[in-house]
T-cell receptor
């Protein structure tokens, strides 16, 4: 299957700082990528749809100024958690769709805000 | 509101036994996916079900889809400890984004 690489896998940051997470499709081009958030022992919640060359589409209740998404190329989307607080601590997962329509997932990023 | 519900949420079973996990969804969906997630890890794709009546099998797992009933099942045959994980179904309600089910945490006891 296609490969989606997410980096970093783990990050610890101080309250008030910003953290950037990268999601790359390594062997295919992805016009659309997705960002999910997962709390412990819960399901994945879609945060936003990242569209190459245009603004991201955020799900209801997700603060766009808090979670900045940039999709500058067909193989890279970034999620920046701005002014992070402990409640932003979570597991963040990206996915990218192939032209055939199947989504492949990154390895996930464990964010801990202290 | 679109809902994707899995049943059961938790499942503890003995090795060698059979069991079925159910995934019910509240709207039409072109496709249905099953994923496995190990603790602290991302998702591993298990099955992609593309049409009504689709059935796919891989090892001890078999998935089926009934789009009319809006129901998918994941059947486990002769469970082994290595199958312990959380299983998610996901639907794609025509908007290119996936909506995940509540998840089923499976523990297979030796």
């Amino acid at each position: 299957g296609a490969v989606v690489s997410q980096h970093p896998s783990r990050v610890i940051c101080k309250s008030g700082t910003s953290v950037k997470i990268e999601c790359r499709s390594l062997d295919f081009q992805a016009t659309t990528m997705f960002w999910y958030r997962q709390f412990p022992k819960q399901s994945l919640m879609l945060m936003a749809t990242s569209n190459e060359g245009s603004k991201a589409t955020y799900e209801q209740g997700v603060e766009k100024d808090k979670f900045l998404i940039n999709h500058a190329s067909l193989t890279l989307s970034t999620l920046t958690v701005t002014s992070a607080h402990p409640e932003d601590s979570s597991f963040y997962i990206c996915s990218a769709r192939t032209v055939e329509g199947e989504a492949f997932f990154g390895q996930g990023t464990r964010l801990t805000v202290v | 509101e679109l809902k994707v519900e899995q049943n059961p949420l938790f499942l503890s079973m003995q090795e060698g036994k059979n069991y079925t996990i159910y995934c019910n969804y509240s709207t039409t969906s072109d496709r249905l996916y099953w994923y496995r997630q190990d603790p602290g890890k991302s998702l591993e794709s298990l099955f992609v079900l593309l049409s009504n009546g689709a059935v796919k099998q891989e090892g001890r797992l078999m998935a089926s889809l009934d789009t009319k009933a809006r129901l998918s099942t994941l059947h486990i045959t002769a469970a082994v400890h290595d199958l312990s994980a959380t299983y998610f179904c996901a639907v794609e309600p025509g908007t290119y984004k996936y909506i995940f089910g509540t998840g089923t945490r499976l523990k297979v006891l030796a």
